[in-house]
C-alpha cells in the first residue's frame, strides 16, 4: 500500500509546525523536514513533534557529515522520544561539493562506504548498553565506555539513506530501512535503476529488498490556473537539474540535452533561460502540476512504484505566500482519504 507525506516548509518554525498540525489533522502519515544552510533539519524535526500526535516525523534529510555519529546519535534518541516513537531518521550526505564547502570535510571519497560505516555506528550507540564502543574505521574514530548502567532503547529508530546514482542506493539495500529518493526521481528510474541497485545491495548483506521502504519526494504545485503551476514546477525542475551531479537522472529518462541546456545557462547565470530550458515532456514526466484534480490524477502513476510518496512544493522562485498557499491546498486536496475518495469514484 502506498502511503503519502509531505515535505514541510515555512518561512518559520512556527508556520512550519502549524502546517505539519494540518497535514497530520488531514491524515498524511508523515511530515517531513529538510536542511539546508538556512534552517536546522533536527530543529524543524522538534517543532513538528510538539504540534503531531500520530504522523511519523521524517528528516529528509539532515546532513550526516554536519555532526559527529554521537552527536546525530543523540539528537535522533532525544527527537523519538520527544514525539513519542515516530522519527524517521533520513540521512544523506549532499553533494562533494557541499561536503567539503559547507561542513569542512576534507576525504570526500567513497561516499556510499562513509554512509554505510555511519549506519553501523548510530546503531551501535543506540545499543551502548551491549558494551563499549572502540572504533576505528575508514571515516569516524570513535572510543566510549559508559561511566554507569544504560539503558536499552524503546525502539529500533528505522533510518532512511539518500542515493541518487546506483551505488548510492545500494547503501539504502545493505544497511538502511528505506531510501530517502531525490526529488527529480521519475517512475522510469526508480524501475530501472534505483530498485536494482536496493536488490544488489540487499543481496550484498543477505537481507530481503522488500524489507527496504522506497521514498521519493514528487514535486507537486497545484493552481487554478495550470499554466502558474507548471511554470513553478519548471523552475525547480531547472534549479536541480543544473547540477552535474543529477544529470543520471536527465539521461535516462532522455533529457540530456535538455540539461546540458540548463547547466551552460547556469553557468552564465541566465535563470530566464534555464527555466525555459525546461520542456512540457520534462514537467509531465518529473513531478505533477495544474488543478487539484490534475495533481491528485498524475499522483496515480506512483502508486506501485513508491512506497511512500513524499509530496514536495516548489520553492524556486515561489514567493513565501505562494508557497504556503501551495501546501494549505496539497494538504485540502490531497490528503490520503480525499485521494483514496477520488480512486474509488473515479
Excluded at 515555512?10 to 512550519?16: C, E, N, P
Excluded at 538556512?38 to 529528509?60: L, P, Q
Excluded at 490534475?294 to 513565501?320: A, K, M, N
Aim: proline residues 5%; glycine residues 10%.
Amino acid at each position: 500500500m502506498t502511503t503519502y507525506g509531505l515535505s514541510v516548509q515555512g518561512a518559520d518554525l512556527k508556520s512550519l509546525s502549524r502546517t505539519a498540525a494540518a497535514a497530520d489533522r488531514a491524515g498524511f502519515d508523515a511530515v517531513w523536514a529538510s536542511e539546508f544552510y538556512t534552517r536546522s533539519g533536527s530543529i524543524s524535526m522538534a517543532a513538528m513533534a510538539a504540534t503531531t500526535t500520530t504522523c511519523r516525523i521524517g528528516s529528509s534529510i539532515l546532513y550526516g557529515v554536519g555532526r559527529s555519529p554521537l552527536v546525530l546519535a543523540t539528537e535522533a534518541r532525544d527527537l523519538d522520544e520527544l514525539c513519542g516513537g515516530r522519527v524517521i531518521l533520513g540521512l544523506g550526505n549532499g553533494t562533494k561539493r557541499m561536503m567539503s564547502g559547507w561542513h569542512g570535510v576534507t576525504d570526500t571519497s567513497a561516499p556510499a562506504l562513509r554512509m554505510e560505516e555511519l549506519v553501523g555506528l548510530l546503531r551501535r550507540i543506540w545499543n551502548l548498553h551491549e558494551g563499549p564502543i572502540h572504533h576505528d574505521g575508514r571515516f569516524y574514530t570513535l572510543d566510549l565506555t559508559p561511566t554507569g548502567g544504560i539503558e536499552p532503547p524503546q525502539r529500533t529508530i528505522p533510518i532512511i539513506t539518500a542515493g541518487v546514482r546506483p551505488r548510492m542506493c545500494e547503501v539504502a539495500g545493505r544497511v538502511a530501512d528505506g531510501l530517502a529518493g531525490h526529488p527529480l526521481f521519475t517512475t522510469t528510474y526508480v524501475e530501472e535503476i534505483v530498485r536494482p541497485a536496493i536488490a544488489k545491495g540487499a543481496a550484498h548483506t543477505g537481507r530481503d529488498p522488500r524489507d527496504v521502504e522506497i521514498i521519493s519526494m514528487v514535486m507537486c504545485s497545484i493552481h487554478d490556473n495550470p499554466d502558474i503551476a507548471r511554470q513553478e514546477l519548471a523552475q525547480q525542475i531547472a534549479f536541480y537539474s543544473s547540477v552535474k551531479s543529477y544529470e543520471s537522472v536527465l539521461d535516462v529518462n532522455g533529457f540530456a540535452a535538455e540539461g546540458r541546456t540548463i547547466r551552460e545557462a547556469f553557468a552564465r547565470r541566465d535563470f530566464g533561460a534555464m527555466y525555459n530550458a525546461v520542456t512540457d515532456d520534462m514537467i509531465d514526466t518529473m513531478g505533477v502540476a495544474g488543478t487539484a484534480t490534475q495533481v491528485r490524477e498524475g499522483l496515480r502513476r506512483y502508486h506501485g512504484v513508491l512506497d511512500h510518496i513524499l509530496l514536495y512544493p516548489p520553492s524556486i522562485g515561489v514567493p513565501p505566500p505562494r508557497l504556503q498557499e501551495n501546501l494549505d491546498t496539497l494538504i485540502a486536496e490531497c490528503a490520503p482519504p480525499r485521494l483514496d475518495h477520488s480512486s474509488s469514484t473515479g
